[in-house]
T-cell receptor, first 116, second 117 residues
Framework: GAGVSQSPSNKVTEKGKDVELRCDPI?????LYWYRQSLGQGLEFLIY????????KSGLPSDRFSAERTGGSVSTLTIQRTQQEDSAVYLC??????????????FGSGTRLTVV | AQKVTQAQTEISVVEKEDVTLDCVYE???????LFWYKQPPSGELVFLIR??????QNEISGRYSWNFQKSTSSFNFTITASQVVDSAVYFC??????????????FGKGTKLSVKP
């Protein structure tokens, strides 16, 4: 597509429920990143996918968080047993490797997750 | 450790004023990249500029200009003759070199700019 698409744009869930957030990167972009933006905070790196390589999960805050990328395209971020501190905007970005970052990483509009 | 500091949490100016957003970074890499992103109320991050650590030339793009000073580890962003549409949160970010790294972006906490008519 023309840009990075994320769905849903807003999600309200009850504490303890699982949620899935979807990211559809720009066609042909092999690198995909998930970031979390909490209120008043900068962007916190969560996970990185590059082609068929094993993902870099070093930013995931706990084992309740997981992500997968099917067929090198669409990615799903799953949060199990959600907690109130998981409330944030979850942003996805993609870039073309090896031109990674030359024109900036392209970000989606994010999913605003609210855990009540 | 790598770190980006944007000391100004919020700035408010009146339209047509010039405004400078500060960014100070820390890294042990000799090669790195610096970025500025704009996040308008719609939420989507908009890429503004990428600067290579080897290139200390200042850059101007319309009303935007960037001052990169390696000696002080700063990469400041100036908006000249600000407009209401410039109101947004601006993020400065740092990335390690492309080779041998995932090129992950490390962001500052952002500066919220409000331009009043």
């Amino acid at each position: 597509g023309a840009g990075v698409s994320q769905s849903p744009s807003n999600k309200v869930t009850e504490k303890g429920k699982d949620v899935e957030l979807r990211c559809d990167p720009i066609s042909g972009h092999t690198a995909l990143y998930w970031y979390r933006q909490s209120l008043g905070q900068g962007l916190e790196f969560l996970i990185y996918f590059q082609g068929n390589s094993a993902p870099d999960k070093s930013g995931l805050p706990s084992d309740r968080f997981s992500a997968e990328r099917t067929g090198g395209s669409v990615s799903t971020l799953t949060i199990q047993r959600t907690q109130q501190e998981d409330s944030a905007v979850y942003l996805c970005a993609s870039s073309l490797v090896p031109d990674r970052g030359l024109n900036g990483y392209t970000f989606g509009s994010g999913t605003r997750l609210t855990v009540v | 450790a790598q770190k980006v500091t944007q000391a100004q949490t919020e700035i408010s100016v009146v339209e047509k004023e010039d405004v400078t957003l500060d960014c100070v970074y820390e890294t042990r890499d000799t090669t790195y990249y610096l970025f500025w992103y704009k996040q308008p109320p719609s939420g989507e991050l908009v890429f503004l500029i990428r600067r290579n650590s080897f290139d200390e030339q200042n850059e101007i793009s319309g009303r935007y200009s960037w001052n990169f000073q390696k000696s002080t580890s700063s990469f400041n962003f100036t908006i000249t003759a600000s407009q209401v549409v410039d109101s947004a949160v601006y993020f400065c970010a740092l990335s390690p070199p492309l080779e041998g790294s995932q090129g992950n972006l490390i962001f500052g906490k952002g500066t919220k700019l409000s331009v009043k008519p």
